[in-house]
């Protein structure tokens, strides 16, 4: 055993992602192997000698800097070259109250700040193509990077996890700098120990592209798993929730979680469930990204159109509650959109739902489908990218690029009873060859080389 360092730079953004339950879920699994866990976020925080607020300033809210400042600071930082970065221990004693952040924390035995350290890599790379070294202040192990960034741990073995290839697969679906991301990821190739990823699919697309012999990559997998207070909560109780969040009842909806992205083919599930004519409502859980409007705009429309009617007949309305929550309600069709809902009320919202619709593009491994299999959900997902490795026989699958055929699975998901309980039963089978205890055996395997 020994000490494992992971980073936290999607564990410190402010809304989580699916690399953020990634790198969360692996520090619990790294604790459960008998390992240290030590976390390195990069904070932009200012330095003190006094512990008490060297632990408040990693809790309080990141300086805000004025943009012109900001860019000055980026700019000094790209020319101080790759030079190295350090690492302090954040002593994290209890004193300063953080309840509040309890469900983003990852296990942490040690927590570690480096002063802006990701934003500073990310400047330096640009300017001078190399990855950033940070010095420790104890000793390191093994650095495992939940994400490919232009980092390393001086004089410590570096693994590093890349999910996908999305960028290059789909580049229209992204706003990376295709061609400096495609050297990050070559040069990470080359430096790092070993490549960890999370699917045979995403496996065969870093040998191909990237041209990494396969002997340096391991499929880990992820692993999938509910606190149980959340999983077993009561069904009443999940029905009251799922109402009051919805006005909906208990599997009598649709539900789509996940960032409103292209790669999530938002457009085409609102135009599909339009197609299918079918009362049954939808309820979309996601913050805005990148092109967005252009994936609501079918949504959107419909809104607009409500209001004229609005000015004409008072009998159609649409319902704002506190900026989150968008409620369409119509004689054929209703359509619900929250932002963002915490992890607790979305799992009740998933065990509610009469089925999930995750008909993505592109899926390095599809964690919310699982994550719905394991409550015993009925799943409709895409047949491509890492999708059908994942779920298997347990899902309803359709070719992502053909509304009529999702519109059909729709139809056939609403209608068909016997079909949603073989998908549940079936899902509840696949998700467990997804468990934590199968997880820990292919990561020791990993790390067995290192430690």
């Not at 992602?17 to 604790?31: D, F, I, K, P």
């Not at 229209?172 to 991301?181: E, I």
């Not at 607009?304 to 004689?331: F, P, Y």
Request: proline share 5%; charged share 25%.
């Amino acid at each position: 055993m020994g000490t494992v360092l992971i980073d936290g730079y999607n564990l410190g953004l402010e809304k989580g992602t699916g690399v953020a339950t990634y790198a969360r879920n692996l520090s619990y699994e790294l604790n459960a192997l008998g390992h240290e866990v030590s976390v390195l976020y990069g904070k932009r925080s200012p330095f003190n000698k006094d512990e008490l607020l060297q632990e408040i300033n990693f809790f309080d809210q990141p300086v805000e800097l004025n943009r012109f400042l900001y860019l000055m600071e980026r700019a000094k930082q790209a020319l101080r070259g790759p030079l190295s970065y350090r690492a302090d221990k954040v002593p994290i004693t209890g004193r300063v109250v953080s309840t509040t952040f309890q469900s983003k924390l990852p296990y942490y035995d040690t927590i570690y700040n480096s002063n802006d350290l990701y934003s500073s890599a990310q400047s330096a790379y640009w300017m001078w193509g190399k990855l950033i070294g940070v010095k420790m202040q104890d000793r390191v192990d093994l650095a495992h990077w939940t994400y490919p960034l232009p980092v390393y741990i001086e004089n410590s073995p570096n693994i590093y996890t890349m999910h996908d290839l999305v960028p290059l697969k789909l580049p229209y679906t992204t706003l990376d700098n295709k061609r400096r991301y495609l050297r990050l990821m070559r040069l990470l190739g080359e430096r790092a120990d070993h490549i960890v990823t999370v699917s045979e699919n995403s496996k065969r697309d870093i040998v191909e592209l990237l041209g990494i012999p396969e002997e340096k990559i391991t499929n880990t997998y992820q692993s999938v798993q509910i606190p149980a207070k959340y999983r077993d909560k009561p069904e009443e109780e999940v029905a009251r929730e799922v109402r009051g969040i919805t006005g909906f009842d208990f599997k009598e909806y649709f539900l789509f979680w996940g960032s409103l992205e292209p790669k999530k083919n938002i457009a085409r599930i609102l135009e599909a469930y339009m197609a299918s004519d079918v009362d049954t409502p939808l309820v979309i859980i996601g913050a805005q990204a990148w092109k967005a409007e252009n994936e609501l705009a079918l949504l959107n429309e419909n809104f607009a159109t409500l209001h004229e009617k609005k000015d004409a007949n008072a009998k159609e309305r649409k319902v704002s509650i506190g900026n989150s929550i968008e409620r369409q309600r119509g004689a054929r069709k209703r359509i619900v959109r929250l932002d963002y809902a915490p992890f607790s009320m979305l799992v009740s919202l998933i065990r509610g739902a009469k089925a999930a619709l995750f008909p993505s593009l592109y899926e390095g491994f599809g964690l919310p489908a699982l994550e719905a299999m394991l409550l015993g959900t009925p799943v409709l997902c895409s047949n491509t990218s890492s999708l059908p490795e994942v779920v298997g026989d347990a899902a309803r699958m359709v070719d992502p690029y053909d509304t009529r055929e999702i519109t059909t699975a729709i139809r056939e998901l609403d209608q068909d009873a016997d079909l949603r309980r073989d998908l549940s039963e079936r899902g509840k089978a696949q998700a467990a060859l997804y468990s934590p205890e199968n997880y820990r055996e292919r990561l020791a395997g990993v790390y067995s080389r290192y430690l």
